[in-house]
C-alpha cells in the first residue's frame, strides 16, 4: 500500500536559521503533495502543496521542493522563528485519499 | 471564516460508555473525513463522505464504531461501547472535493479518554 515516511523524528534548529524537512514516498502515481504543521493541541495545519507537474512551489518563508525520480519531497523554512516548532507531516494523495508520513518535529532554538 | 468544528474538545468517560464525537465541516466542502491519531500509528484515516454519503469505511476499526453525515453541516462519529484502546485525539477534516488536488483542513479534534 501507500507510505509516506521521513528521514529524521527530530530537528533542532537555532532560530534565524533555514530548515530542511525531507520526506519519501512510495505512491509514485501520486499528483498531489502538502505539508502539514500541527502545534501542541492542535489539528494540522495546512503550509502549502504541489503538484506534481512541478518541482518548486514558495510560499511566505517556506519553499516545498518535489524531486519525482526519486520520490521525495521537502520542506525548507527560512529565517526559523520560535512559532515554527511543531510537528511537520508530508502528505501525498492517492485513491482520494491522504497518505500521511508519521511526523518529523521541529524545535527551535532561541 | 470559521474552520472545522469539532465538539467536545475534550471527553473522558469509563469504558462501556457511549461516545459521540461531533464535527461540522467548512461551508461549502462536500467532503468530510474523521481521523484517529495516537502515537504507535500516527494518523488514521477512519472513513470519509462525499456529498454526506459514506464512500469508504475501511478504516473504521470495529463495529463498536459508526459514523453519519446528515446533512452538509454535520457528522457524528459513535463509539458504542467505548473501550480504553479507543483512547486517541480524533480529528475531522473537510476539503472542497476528494481526490481532486484540493487540501484537507482540520479541526482541532477531540482528545477522548477512556478509562
Known amino acids: 500500500g501507500e507510505s509516506v515516511g521521513l528521514h529524521l523524528p527530530t530537528l533542532s534548529v537555532q532560530e534565524g536559521d533555514n530548515s530542511i524537512i525531507n520526506c519519501a514516498y512510495s505512491?509514485?502515481?501520486?499528483?498531489?503533495f502538502i505539508w502539514y504543521k500541527q502545534e501542541s493541541g492542535k489539528g494540522p495545519q495546512f503550509i502549502i502543496d504541489i503538484r506534481s507537474n512541478m518541482d518548486k512551489r514558495q510560499g511566505q518563508r517556506v519553499t516545498v521542493l518535489l524531486n519525482k525520480t526519486v520520490k521525495h519531497l521537502s520542506l525548507q523554512i527560512a529565517a526559523t522563528q520560535p512559532g515554527d516548532s511543531a510537528v511537520y507531516f508530508c502528505a501525498q494523495e492517492g485513491n482520494n485519499r491522504l497518505a500521511f508520513g508519521k511526523g518529523n518535529q521541529v524545535v527551535v532554538i532561541p | 471564516d470559521a474552520g472545522v468544528i469539532q465538539s467536545p474538545r475534550h471527553e473522558v468517560t469509563e469504558m462501556g460508555q457511549e461516545v459521540t464525537l461531533r464535527c461540522k465541516p467548512i461551508?461549502?466542502?462536500?467532503?468530510l473525513f474523521w481521523y484517529r491519531q495516537t502515537m504507535m500509528r500516527g494518523l488514521e484515516l477512519l472513513i470519509y463522505?462525499?456529498?454526506?454519503?459514506?464512500?469508504?469505511d475501511s478504516g473504521m476499526p470495529e463495529d463498536r464504531f459508526s459514523a453519519k453525515m446528515p446533512n452538509a453541516s454535520f457528522s457524528t462519529l459513535k463509539i458504542q461501547p467505548s473501550e480504553p484502546r479507543d483512547s486517541a485525539v480524533y480529528f475531522c477534516?473537510?476539503?472542497?472535493?476528494?481526490?481532486?488536488?484540493?487540501?484537507?483542513?482540520f479541526g482541532d479534534g477531540t482528545r477522548l479518554s477512556i478509562l
Open positions: 463522505f462525499n456529498n454526506n454519503v459514506p464512500i469508504d
Open positions: 461551508s461549502g466542502h462536500n467532503s
Open positions: 477534516a473537510s476539503s472542497l472535493a476528494s481526490g481532486t488536488g484540493q487540501p484537507q483542513h
Open positions: 505512491n509514485s502515481a501520486s499528483d498531489y
